[in-house]
């Protein structure tokens, strides 16, 4: 019998998965294939720690596939000869995967696959993810119709799959086959369905009760947030899962009101751990709409007017975590080291960049983007776009680091656990050692400007002159104009526009 073919991209699971279960209700051989593409590893944004980690995943997977009587081919090479090669082989004229929402390389990519189907004559099937919607004309019913996938009832699991007579299961080749090198992760998660279920279950039943405050302070988020982000960005998970376990859990609370206070501080973590998950979809949807804000700002015009300009010093000094700003290197020298950070320390990271330091966001949004294990890049290029000031319609985001330093580690516990040349320096000059006297800088064994360096800028003076800058600009006509097609184009619809 002529198989059916699905093809995986970031939608590594069984569960809630429309096109396996649609491939296998049709009652014949299932090839399940992912394609490792060498073009892909040469895109700017893409580092070897996220090749690793869906390595890791695929071999997870691999597993429950073959429990249910399936393969799993891995494949290297251009995704068009790849398949070609397998419908020679297998003679498959069905092939389905999820819709992909990725930079505009995968979408080149899906169209050069689009029309060797067509030429091949074969039947691709392309099913929706998550809450973002393909040939969208507007943002004016988008929520409505995202909320009504999400609160659909998950896409049932095949119990069973079956193999054409001639596949087996490929090899899962290591990084050193592939020739790729991935830096070594603090606290890397664990891989795999299970882990990404745990870690689900933990943050419901667990660590979830303070996320409400907890989520802006790096030191408590790394506890208190949900640390699925990893997970999902692979999909492990599916947005739709995270969303019922979150809504099951928060109906269990309400049906037991003997622990009103505590059951009260859970829904309010809970749900605005919820809106957050309707953020994911919200901001994917606008790389699926727009697909060059990774390359182009969404007010162009705009961003020509800043004109930020490149400076060589400043980008490493930023990069490598030794700006001379204490809280800002610890964020840095945390996400390198471990590949996750908080939301706000994220934007915070961007925000300097973008104002105090006044480097371009393209580039250093791609540095970010080579960090981040869980690189999801809808979410990332449009909060490089807010941060950075460049779509026009945001509120200016310039972030204070004295500010967030004091907030979220007045006593400089964290300071001292990243930048371990601060290490004894005492709490009064924590935030701003460069106003350490002399003495005091001896006896901590740090002295400004060669155990730790001075601030590259005055932090707060290039932020207001940045602010000032960007709001003169946002004033000029031509970007009015153009913040108004963006608007349109990209604005929340939480409110009824007048």
């Not at 969404?298 to 400076?311: C, E, G, I, K, M």
């Not at 031509?478 to 990209?490: L, Y």
Request: aromatic share 8%.
């Amino acid at each position: 019998m002529t198989p059916n073919l699905v093809w995986l991209k970031r939608d590594l699971r069984l569960q809630d998965h429309a096109p396996l279960f649609e491939a296998a209700c049709a009652d014949l051989p299932v090839i399940v294939l992912y394609i490792l593409e060498p073009e892909r590893w040469q895109q700017p944004d893409v580092d070897p720690i996220h090749i690793e980690w869906e390595l890791d995943t695929l071999r997870s997977l691999k597993g429950e596939f073959e429990a249910l009587g399936g393969v799993l081919l891995v494949r290297q090479g251009d995704a068009v000869q790849v398949l070609d090669d397998l419908r020679v082989a297998f003679g498959f004229t069905r092939m389905f995967s999820h819709e992909e929402t990725g930079t505009m390389w995968s979408w080149d990519r899906d169209k050069r696959v689009a029309s060797w189907a067509r030429s091949s004559g074969v039947k691709w099937s392309e099913y929706p993810s998550n809450g973002v919607i393909r040939s969208l004309p507007d943002r004016d019913n988008w929520k409505a119709l995202r909320d009504r996938r999400i609160q659909a009832e998950s896409i049932p699991t095949p119990t069973r799959l079956a193999a054409p007579y001639n596949a087996c299961s490929d090899k899962i080749p290591t990084m050193h086959e592939l020739g790729l090198h991935a830096r070594g992760l603090i606290g890397r998660p664990l891989p795999g369905r299970q882990a990404a279920c745990d870690t689900l279950e933990s943050f419901l039943e667990e660590r979830g009760r303070p996320y409400r405050w907890a989520m802006s302070g790096p030191e408590e988020a790394t506890r208190h947030c949900s640390r699925l982000s990893p997970y999902l960005s692979v999909g492990v998970l599916s947005i739709r899962e995270v969303d019922h376990a979150v809504g099951l859990r928060m109906r269990t609370l309400r049906r037991n009101p003997e622990h009103a206070d505590d059951a009260a501080e859970w829904l309010k973590s809970l749900s605005s751990f919820r809106s957050r998950l309707a953020w994911h979809c919200h901001f994917i949807q606008k790389l699926e709409s727009e697909t060059t804000i990774d390359t182009i700002a969404q007010n162009p015009v705009l961003d020509d007017q800043l004109d930020r300009a490149w400076d060589q010093d400043r980008f490493d000094a930023w990069k490598e975590g030794r700006t001379g700003l204490p809280f800002l290197d610890a964020c840095m020298r945390q996400l390198t080291a471990t590949g996750w950070i908080n939301f706000r320390m994220r934007a915070m990271l961007q925000s300097v960049a973008s104002y105090a330091l006044w480097l371009p966001w393209r580039e250093t949004g791609l540095h970010l983007a080579r960090l981040f294990l869980d690189y999801e890049p809808g979410i990332h290029w449009s909060q490089v776009g807010m941060q950075s000031g460049t779509t026009g319609i945001n509120t200016v985001r310039a972030y204070s680091v004295l500010k967030q330093s004091k907030d979220h580690d007045p006593e400089g516990t964290y300071i001292r656990r990243w930048v371990r040349e601060l290490a004894n320096v005492p709490t009064a000059y924590i935030h701003e050692p460069w106003n350490m006297p002399l003495m005091e800088q001896q006896m901590a064994g740090c002295i400004v400007g060669i155990d730790y360096p001075e601030p590259i800028v005055n932090e707060g003076e290039a932020r207001k002159a940045a602010v000032a800058k960007v709001y003169a600009a946002r004033r000029t006509p031509a970007v009015r104009r153009k913040s108004s097609d963006v608007v349109r184009k990209h604005g929340s619809r939480k409110r009824r526009r007048g």
